[in-house]
């Protein structure tokens, strides 16, 4: 029997593409993206493409494990449910009779963007017994902090009106790579006379598609921004009237613009004057500008700060007047009123428990002074031993003898490797869910479209069955999957707008708003109390944030004793054919991806003897992790990279994050992957030297 299921893409990406999956007698055989859909438009990304592939995987864990060897050593012996249940239930039960229930952390992130079994059932029990919180920082940490302080959560112009842009700053964003949906409505723009600028330290494949480039130094876009700033306000160019009517503390910024412009922003960021004052110029020129931002700028110490520069440099032309005009940072904002949060229901006692940065996880597994220390913890929808800052340090804590490891997962990732008992989850084709997006205004539903393989269970039947082997009933913490899909979309506005389980089981997605082909913040409309844009916040100064924008430098990147050491500065970028970890392990990714490398300035190479293709280390004081290298063409000179997140077992024990800081930027305890200094020699070198 044939048959065609509607879904939708659960990965990490701003994109949440809408498939449908061809099912011939109980087998998925084919995935596609919707035609229907106004923003998949029949396409699928390099990564996804093969998502089958990830599905029927000859090493898809298929059965709950339990460790019999060392861990980290991957030797495990399979068991039945009721064991492995047994086993986590004991180990939690036991931590919280010893140590108390912050003793626990539960850790998880964004491996399904998927409300039900990404961000319900597990929130809803570790929250119930009191466990720690977990601070979700490790990829929007400053981001969603800035924009919370300017406009109270991430809204924009639409994305689909890029179209009518006559200026775009693609700004730290690598939309080929990791938002390719967008470039659609941008590159029609492009080809109706729209002018398209990347702003980016790295020559990535949009740049090259872009008409200008500005390859500044990582970490100094605020600086950029505020000498764009300074340049309109020297031109007369600031819209005083919209800057009156829909935003607070423009005087404040505007006094401070006076010591900005041009030379001092290209000075800071590296690059020639008259590359910013052309852009500023353009600016000045062309309505509607509009400015796409990427979560790539955030991760370096200035971030928090760069980021509400860059808000409010879309702003001051008045540029959200215009369709197609203004800023775009996400557009998670616009389900807000839609959906309801499924992870603290009314009526099931939450205790108030401390919060541990997910971010430091490495010192939060090593640090003697924590008290209590974590002595359990489940992992699910991540891989925290490929992917958190200093993985050293992280390795060292996951392999604890005294920490209990349950991870729920597809196969045996790094984290896997570590843990006590494995648990065997089903990926989307195979369980229901609802995703709403960071990159389009569409909600859409996911059916499974096959039975489970194996003995694989949805993240929300294992979490129920691990609240009854600790004799936990309350209702909300054995909600059905179908009951948690009703209760995220349970608002007035979704009925107004006729969007129930039934309409979108059959629709498979719908619009959560009317706002394509307007100017939604053209009188103001922001999610502010006023419905203004914040400009400058005077509350930031209790937490030793400047109120007005301004630049502030990244840690590691400007550091110039740190420079002598380590003279190169070291992104980890997005893979093309990786989503973060996901997929990183599949052959047929592998070898489109090819090994691991770190690219450099032919520069950089030759004074360091390197050769194209040479074994090399990458290292600083955290770490070192070994690569090939490769000579790019257009790199910076002391800028180097490496794509994340080739997984750590496959790639000598350890990867980029070897190197990277466990340090916190300005803003929303985020991470500062970016803002990371390192020296690159060959492993001959390395061989008859010590380590610097």
């Known amino acids: 029997m044939k048959r065609t299921v509607n879904g939708a893409c659960p990965l990490d990406c701003p994109d949440t593409c809408a498939w449908q999956i061809e099912v011939e007698d109980g087998r998925a055989v084919r995935m596609r993206g919707r035609k229907d859909h106004p923003y998949t438009r029949g396409s699928l990304c390099g990564k996804v493409n093969r998502y089958l592939d990830a599905v029927y995987a000859p090493d898809r864990l298929t059965a709950p494990q339990r460790r019999v060897g060392e861990k980290g050593e991957g030797r495990f012996q399979q068991i039945d449910w009721d064991e492995a249940i047994g086993l986590t239930a004991t180990a939690l039960q036991g931590t919280i009779d010893r140590h108390g229930p912050e003793a626990i952390l539960p850790y998880y992130y964004a491996g399904t963007l998927g409300a039900v079994q990404g961000w ?16 979700t920082t490790i990829c929007t940490g400053a981001a969603t902090a800035a924009l919370n302080a300017t406009m109270r959560r991430p809204v924009g112009l639409d994305p689909e009106d890029f179209a009518h842009s006559r200026l775009i700053l693609i700004w730290g964003a690598n939309l080929l790579s990791s938002n390719m949906h967008q470039w659609h409505f941008i590159h029609a723009a492009q080809q109706a006379g729209a002018h398209v600028v990347a702003i980016d330290p790295l020559p990535t494949d949009t740049a090259h598609r872009c008409d200008d480039h500005l390859q500044l130094l990582p970490g100094t876009d605020g600086a950029l921004a505020m000498g764009l700033m300074g340049e309109l306000v020297a031109a007369g160019a600031t819209d005083e009237e919209w800057l009156a009517e829909c935003a607070e503390g423009w005087p404040e910024l505007r006094a401070r613009l ?22 500023a110029n353009r600016i000045i020129t062309t309505r509607p500008t509009a400015i796409r931002m990427g979560l790539g700028l955030q991760r370096h110490g200035g971030a928090g700060a760069a980021y509400r520069a860059i808000v409010v440099l879309g702003a001051v032309t008045g540029d959200f007047r215009h369709v197609g005009g203004g800023v775009l940072p996400e557009t998670a904002g616009r389900f807000d009123d839609v959906t309801i949060d499924l992870e603290e229901p009314a009526g099931l006692l939450l205790p108030a428990a401390r919060t541990i940065n997910m971010s430091r996880l490495a010192e939060a597994l090593t640090d003697p002074a924590l008290d209590p220390a974590v002595r359990a913890m489940v992992v ?14 992280a390795h060292r804590g996951l ?7 349950t991870v729920l997962e597809h196969r045996l990732t790094d984290t896997a490797m570590f843990a006590d008992v494995v648990l065997p989850a089903t990926m989307q084709t195979e369980h229901l869910d609802i995703h709403p997006s960071y990159g389009h205004h569409y909600l859409t539903l996911n059916l499974p479209a096959i039975e489970p393989i194996g003995e694989c269970l949805p993240n929300t039947e294992i979490f129920r069955r691990l609240a009854t082997a600790l004799g936990l009933d309350h209702p909300r913490l054995h909600d059905t999957d179908e009951e948690l899909v009703r209760q995220f979309i349970d608002t007035a506005e979704a009925r107004e707008r006729g969007i129930t389980f039934e309409s979108l089981s059959e629709t498979g997605y719908a619009r959560v708003d009317d706002l394509r082909g307007t100017a939604p913040h053209a009188h103001g409309g922001f999610p502010t109390p006023d419905g203004k844009l914040h400009i400058t916040v005077p509350s930031l100064a209790a ?13 590691e990147g400007g550091d110039h004793e740190l420079a002598k050491r380590f003279p190169l500065i070291l992104i980890s970028p997005a893979q093309r054919f990786f989503l973060n970890s996901t997929f990183a392990d599949l052959p047929g990714h592998l070898k489109m991806t090819g090994e691991p490398t770190v690219f450099l300035n032919a520069e950089d190479a030759a004074e360091r003897s390197i050769e194209p293709g040479d074994a090399v280390e990458v290292a600083n004081d955290r770490g070192a992790f070994p690569c090939v290298a490769a000579i790019h063409p257009l790199a910076r000179r002391g800028v180097a990279w490496s794509y994340k997140v080739y997984w750590a077992k496959d790639t000598g024990g350890l990867n980029v994050n070897a190197t990277t800081p466990v340090r916190d930027a300005d803003m929303g305890g ?5 803002d990371n200094r390192v020296d690159v020699r060959s492993l001959e070198a390395v061989a008859t030297s010590e380590r610097p």
């Open 258 to 279: 006076a010591d900005w412009d041009a030379a001092r922003a290209a000075r800071i960021c590296g690059l020639d004057v008259l590359e910013v004052q052309a852009l």
């Open 380 to 393: 699910w929808n991540t891989n925290p031993a490929a992917t958190v800052p200093d993985q050293v340090r």
């Open 120 to 135: 319900s059932l597990g929130q809803r029990l570790f929250k119930h017994l009191g466990a720690t919180r977990l601070g």
């Open 670 to 674: 985020s991470p500062t992957f970016h």
């Open 543 to 555: 937490e030793g944030l400047d109120p007005i924008p301004g630049y502030t430098p990244s840690f």
């Open 399 to 405: 392999r604890r003898d005294d920490l209990h490891l």
